[in-house]
């Protein structure tokens, strides 16, 4: 079974193509490109697909990463994969950014593992997998306060963009950072979504934070009464 996976979470946009047989990873690219996901993605997926010498045809089901991220690239990212899905009637499965990151770590140390993304405003997204790579402290917005002392309780070690600010916290932390990674590795996305369940893993974009644009509910016209 063929599975592509996507991700627009972070500035990187990626791509991979997972081969059941063998779990091996055929062809990925994640060029860097900061913004504008929307006109890129199209070209990264042409060029993964032309390295495996693949046609979207073959493709079985797609991954696509759900956040926590930017809100901008998770809605590109999941609209794109609903989008392949529909058109090629395969499942989509939704990965979340932090399980893609924890979970492949939390197995290679044998050890809990703490994801945790700098989500600015002095906040982290935060989820710890146990050595198992079972989640055992589901995803959510913390201060780094809070997620220190969360790390501290389980003994975790600290991957992710987010893991500085939790040692600024506490010095004891420091020697557990293995990795500062921005955005989940597309090949451990792709290797995810190639055995979740879709039903179970919809393809649903998880922020963990509203979105910074509101309506301006303060200029809303009344409606006239007839």
């Known amino acids: 079974m063929l599975t592509l996976a996507i991700d627009c979470s972070a500035r990187f946009c990626s791509v991979a193509l997972h081969k059941g047989e063998g779990d091996r990873i055929i062809a990925e690219a994640s060029p860097d490109i900061g913004r504008g996901h929307a006109e890129q993605l199209p070209s990264v997926l042409q060029t993964v697909l032309d390295a495996a010498g693949v046609t979207l045809s073959e493709v079985a089901r797609v991954g696509v990463t759900i956040g926590p991220g930017s809100f901008a690239g998770i809605r590109v990212g999941v609209a794109f994969a609903r989008g392949l899905a529909l058109a090629n009637s395969i499942p989509a499965v939704g990965v979340g950014s932090l399980e893609a990151i924890a979970v492949p770590a939390t197995l290679a140390k044998a050890a809990p593992v703490m994801a945790a993304l700098d989500a600015r405003r002095d906040r982290v997204w935060a989820l ?66 190639s055995h979740l369940d879709p039903g179970a893993n919809p393809p649903e974009p998880r922020y963990l934070r509203d979105a910074d644009a509101k309506p301006q509910t303060g200029f809303a016209l009344p409606h006239e009464v007839v």
């Not at 055992?136 to 003994?155: C, D, Y």
């Not at 600024?168 to 090949?187: H, N």
Request: net charge negative.
């Open 128 to 193: 710890i997998a146990g050595a198992d790579g079972e989640i055992i402290t589901p995803g959510a917005e913390w201060t780094p306060v809070e997620a220190a002392a969360e790390a501290r309780r389980t003994g975790a070690w600290l991957i992710g963009s987010g893991a500085a600010l939790l040692a600024a916290e506490d010095e004891s932390l420091a020697e557990r950072v293995i990795g500062d990674v921005a955005a989940p590795a597309i090949a451990d996305v792709a290797r995810l979504a």
